[in-house]
């Protein structure tokens, strides 16, 4: 780089930022600086703050409900009876379809622009779209389900539905899917679709050209590169980015609530179809009632959903320790 | 052409050959495959361009009908300054009360989140010593982690009791200050970490000059780091306030459903997302005008947060200093 463009990198050359500091006094320099970091420790300090008044006030309002029969109980009305137990079972349906269905597409799409796709527009286009899909609102993507997956852009009237199987067991299937399990996952699967899709190019990108160039002088195709060579030494990181993504799909209550899930269910799910509700949008109904007793129970929801969210991290990085030590 | 031609069937008489000699997978066969599997990925990436399009086809088409109501039409909605979708007899549809609520709890959470983030990037790139910043570093990563209706929850029983008892009894229990603040808690996180990556991606030597001469830490700071990385900032920055308009729980819970046009960080506002959630959890019927106006409502948010994430890529590229 020349002096010029570092010149214009900075603003202004070094000798200019001499010249204009020049005038103060090294003193009154020292004292900025000082003074800076005193604001730069305290804003970073509000930071810390901030979390643990967050957690203290959840903490404080909700661990006395925190039982086991919070866990093991449906909502209800009074609140001394109410639990967690059809939201909780909820998100995890949810969560288990979301990732089955995001980790193939993303990590296929990253796949295909990383070790398959030609410099061409359509490829950059495709890049472009997922860029400006990750900045798009999470209830307009409930909009998105609500009309693709819960109505079948209402190709199928939902008082007429098509029906395989038994509506008790687990191999029911029904369309349009209405506001079911599989409905609500699929809607979060597109919520977290561009999450996927960046962290596992991020993921192939950092494995070294020397590792496929080995591969493929030894006449392996890109397929068989891609699935014994790349794919194998990107996985801790294509791993912590879907565990990361699906964080995020488990916190979502806009989506979910778009799709127009019922309030109160008194059942665990059983099958695909099965009405649900998920422990974001149980909060949410809790935290907006005006009763403290709901207020407490809000606090206990969020104390699980948290613990929820701790678990899939602490499995991120066992994953990772895991697999660093194997390769 | 004609020798491809050539190479391909030549492959293909030796995978005949080979195959009835026993060999376990022909050329043909393998390549064959590598063709599916490579058509089965390119399927994935066109997936992501068709929830993009089926979004569009969407709103566009709700919104359509929406407007050919005879009750709405587009001019009043993009220009009038009432929205009362609810009210019986005298609905009117102006998105700009809105818009409006939308944009002050936007500001005000862009008005915190911005230079704290900022002010906390500077801070873990240029001043802290290791050991600080592997521990705040998880700090970031746990309020970033945070699922966006517990700062809702937040915001109702800490935030907003706190504005009323501290500072003005004109705080309701729900209103725009409160909202915003946790928004831009909500959005701190993504300032902080972006910004910061932009920040010690400006390279060592640039930083080295700059202490040769005499500078301060704050000199090198605010007069060769961070304008050097201004793209990255700028784009965190967008990015940040892309969320914050978007933002859907934290206002349901604690900025109100009361559409008006103020500026009073006071009051009780309704944003658009709000809006949609009022719309979506009530029992509207599907083919009635309220419900129907959320999806409006939907396409107007749909079209700033795009133009916003679009000005980002923008800003990213025009301003980007490379570096080797």
Known sequence: MTRAAQGKAAGRSPAEIFAASAPASQVARRATDRGFLALCLAFTSLAVVILAVLLFTVWRDGHERLTWGFLDSFASRKPAEAGVKAPLWGSIWVCAICALAALPIGVGTAIYLEEFARRSRLTSFIKLNISNLAGVPSIVYGILGLTAFARLFGTVSADDPITIGDPEGLLYLRLPFGNGVLAGGLTLTLVVLPIVIVSSQEALRSVPRSLRAGALALGATPWQTTWRITLPASIPMIMTGAILAMSRAIGEAAPILVLGVPLFIRSTPTNLMSDFTVLPLQIFNWAGRPQAGFHELAAAGILVLLAVLLAFNAVAVVIRHRLQKAS | ?324
């Not at chain 2, 399927?43 to 068709?50: D, E, N, T, V, Y």
């Not at chain 2, 934290?250 to 309704?270: F, H, K, S």
């Open chain 2, 1 to 324: 052409m004609k020798q491809e031609h050539a190479a391909v069937s030549a492959a293909a008489r030796a995978a005949a050959d080979a195959s009835r000699r026993g060999a376990l997978r022909s050329r043909a066969a393998r390549d064959g495959a590598e063709r599916v599997i490579r058509c089965a990925l390119f399927g994935c990436a066109l997936l992501s361009i068709a929830s993009t399009f089926t979004i569009l086809a969407i709103l566009l088409w709700q919104s359509a009908t929406f407007f050919s109501m005879p009750e709405v039409s587009l001019a009043d909605f993009l220009t009038g300054t009432t929205w009362s979708p609810l009210l019986g007899a005298e609905k009117q549809f102006g998105i700009w009360p809105l818009v409006a609520g939308t944009m002050l709890v936007t500001a005000i959470a862009a008005a915190f989140a911005l230079p704290v983030g900022l002010v906390a990037a500077v801070y873990l790139s240029e001043y802290a010593p290791r050991r600080v910043r592997t521990a705040l570093k998880p700090v970031l990563e746990v309020l970033a982690g945070i699922p966006t209706v517990v700062y809702g929850f937040f915001a109702l029983t800490v935030i907003t009791p706190f504005l009323h008892d501290r500072i003005s009894e004109g705080f309701g229990t729900y209103n725009a200050l409160g909202a915003g603040i946790a928004v831009g808690i909500m959005i701190l996180p993504i300032v902080a970490s972006l910004s910061e990556d932009a920040l010690r991606a400006v390279p060592r030597s640039l930083r080295d000059a700059a202490y040769a001469m005499g500078s301060t830490r704050f000199d090198v700071s605010t007069k060769v780091v961070v304008p050097a990385a201004l793209s990255g900032i700028m784009a965190s920055w967008l990015l940040a306030i892309t969320r914050a308009i978007g933002e859907t729980m934290i206002v349901a819970l604690a900025a109100g459903n009361l559409a008006r046009m103020t500026v009073d960080p006071r009051a009780e506002v309704q944003t658009m997302t709000a809006y949609m959630v009022q719309i979506f959890l009530g029992d509207a019927p599907a083919t009635g005008i309220e419900y129907r106006s959320s999806f409006a409502v939907a396409t107007v948010l749909f079209a700033i947060t795009l133009g916003l994430t679009v000005v980002g890529n923008l800003v990213l590229r025009a301003f980007r200093e490379e570096y080797d």
